[in-house]
């Protein structure tokens, strides 16, 4: 068994926590939902972590009975640590084996998917690496983002024990899930999305809500809208809600058009929407569409950074490209404020409604400088 695996699927990463992760240990045992739930001690500070991890912790892994991974994920630009989950209590034979889960979030790292894929790592190693044969997880009755979190990850209710969970310091019944490594390599992968949120200054980036609904069809039903992007022609409120409930959630779960609702950072009322198009690995396409009171306040290119910074920071990309229909200059001009390079006009590239168009093709590479690269010579765009 290796004792210091690193697992990772190019978003989360599972580690082994250091003496550097002192302050996130201690942070995630006083986080006032894992002290409710899982009994995490609430006074524990640098020091009592610190001996936790080169002590517990350590023992654990040379032992190899009880193995606790960092979660780790990307944000603002650097690796930080936003939970942990462990194998507890792993009995190994050569038929099989077993092992309990356990995992705690911090707050930075709910409601963003790293949950379940540090699930869906830590699954892998076991089943695949570790050769065990049976995972169990524990939780208290009633705690649903445990039990959601579980069901998602394709365990399944074995028992509800009285008395084997608690929560607030009363006990409490308790839930067992269960999970094979036979059922789990026959599983139907299908990973429910959780569209991360993304905050600035001007905007936030937020998954699409059926309360968008209105504000989308007036964006989409906008000339400017009309004139340069495929939205459907007469939008309604059908055509939003379908595009709400269905298109982004699959586009999210598939991993194919990953889109953002660009929503007002004090008021959170919808201003338009943003996209990454992923059709090639390490290359993302970016789509935007804003409504007319959005447009020359620079909400746009707020916007944008944001998407950038998921896009390079979080999912990893080389490049991202802009595409825009000539000659729509408010787009292209907005690229070249975010630091995109113009490469080329191709010729009947664009599908303008069934009608072949000239399209602008600019890109951006991970570590570019995302400022202007060069003096602005094209049309002037009244609202660029």
Same mark, same amino acid.
Request: some cysteine.
């Given at each position: 068994?290796?004792?210091?695996?690193?697992?990772?699927?190019?978003?989360?990463?599972?580690?082994?926590?250091?003496?550097?992760? @002192?302050?996130?240990?201690?942070?995630?045992?006083?986080?006032?939902?894992?002290?409710?739930?899982?009994?995490? *001690?609430?006074?524990?500070?640098? @020091? %009592?972590?610190?001996?936790?991890?080169?002590?517990?912790?350590?023992?654990?892994?040379?032992?190899?009975?009880?193995?606790?991974?960092?979660?780790?994920?990307?944000?603002?630009?650097?690796? &930080?640590?936003?939970?942990?989950?462990?194998?507890?209590?792993?009995?190994?034979?050569?038929?099989?084996?077993?092992?309990? !889960?356990?995992?705690?979030?911090?707050?930075?790292?709910?409601?963003?998917?790293?949950?379940?894929?540090?699930?869906?790592?830590?699954?892998?190693? @076991?089943?695949?690496?570790?050769?065990?044969?049976?995972?169990?997880?524990?939780?208290?009755?009633?705690?649903?983002?445990?039990? $959601?979190?579980?069901?998602? $990850?394709?365990?399944?209710?074995?028992?509800?024990?009285?008395?084997?969970?608690?929560?607030?310091?009363?006990? #409490?019944?308790?839930?067992?899930?269960? /999970?094979?490594? =036979?059922?789990?390599?026959?599983?139907?992968?299908?990973?429910?999305?959780?569209?991360? !949120?993304?905050?600035? =200054?001007?905007?936030?980036?937020?998954?699409?809500?059926? %309360?968008?609904?209105?504000?989308?069809?007036?964006?989409?039903?906008?000339?400017?809208?009309?004139?340069?992007?495929?939205?459907?022609?007469?939008?309604?409120?059908?055509?939003?809600?379908?595009?709400?409930?269905?298109?982004?959630?699959?586009?999210?779960?598939?991993?194919?058009?990953?889109?953002?609702? !660009?929503?007002?950072?004090?008021?959170? /009322?919808?201003?338009?929407?943003?996209?990454?198009?992923?059709?090639?690995?390490? *290359?993302?396409?970016?789509?935007?569409?804003?409504?007319?009171?959005?447009?020359?306040?620079? %909400?746009? =290119?707020?916007?944008?950074?944001?998407?950038? &910074?998921?896009?390079?920071?979080?999912?990893?990309?080389?490049?991202?490209?802009?595409?825009?229909? !000539?000659?729509?200059?408010?787009?292209?001009?907005?690229?070249?404020?975010?630091?995109?390079?113009?490469?080329?006009?191709?010729?009947?590239?664009?599908?303008?409604?069934?009608?072949?168009?000239?399209?602008?093709?600019?890109?951006?590479?991970?570590?570019?400088? /995302?400022?202007?690269?060069?003096?602005?010579?094209? #049309? *002037? %765009?009244?609202?660029?």
């Amino acid at each position: 068994m290796a004792t210091n695996p690193v697992l990772s699927d190019g978003v989360t990463t599972l580690r082994r926590f250091s003496a550097a992760d @002192a302050d996130a240990f201690a942070a995630i045992h006083r986080d006032p939902l894992n002290i409710a739930w899982t009994g995490s *001690v609430a006074s524990m500070d640098h @020091a %009592a972590a610190l001996g936790f991890i080169e002590g517990h912790i350590a023992d654990g892994w040379q032992a190899g009975t009880n193995l606790r991974f960092a979660i780790v994920e990307v944000l603002r630009g650097t690796p &930080e640590v936003v939970g942990t989950l462990s194998l507890q209590d792993i009995f190994s034979t050569e038929l099989g084996g077993s092992a309990h !889960v356990g995992i705690k979030m911090l707050p930075t790292g709910r409601g963003t998917g790293a949950a379940q894929r540090a699930m869906e790592l830590l699954c892998g190693y @076991a089943f695949g690496n570790l050769g065990l044969s049976h995972l169990h997880w524990a939780c208290t009755a009633g705690n649903r983002g445990s039990t $959601s979190l579980a069901l998602r $990850s394709g365990f399944t209710l074995a028992a509800q024990i009285p008395g084997y969970g608690q929560v607030g310091g009363e006990v #409490a019944d308790g839930l067992v899930y269960t /999970q094979s490594a =036979e059922s789990w390599n026959k599983r139907e992968l299908r990973l429910e999305p959780v569209v991360p !949120v993304l905050s600035g =200054e001007k905007v936030l980036l937020r998954a699409l809500t059926l %309360a968008d609904a209105p504000a989308l069809v007036e964006n989409c039903r906008d000339l400017e809208a009309v004139r340069w992007t495929t939205v459907p022609l007469n939008y309604s409120l059908e055509h939003a809600e379908y595009f709400i409930k269905n298109i982004t959630v699959d586009g999210w779960r598939q991993g194919h058009t990953l889109t953002f609702a !660009v929503a007002d950072a004090v008021t959170d /009322q919808l201003l338009g929407t943003v996209d990454l198009q992923c059709k090639n690995p390490g *290359v993302a396409s970016i789509g935007i569409n804003m409504g007319a009171p959005a447009r020359g306040g620079g %909400a746009s =290119e707020a916007a944008v950074r944001l998407l950038l &910074e998921y896009a390079f920071d979080q999912l990893n990309l080389s490049f991202v490209h802009w595409h825009a229909m !000539v000659p729509n200059w408010a787009s292209r001009k907005l690229a070249w404020k975010l630091g995109f390079t113009f490469d080329g006009e191709l010729r009947g590239a664009y599908n303008d409604r069934g009608t072949p168009a000239d399209s602008w093709v600019l890109s951006l590479a991970a570590g570019d400088p /995302q400022t202007p690269q060069q003096p602005w010579t094209g #049309a *002037v %765009a009244a609202k660029g």
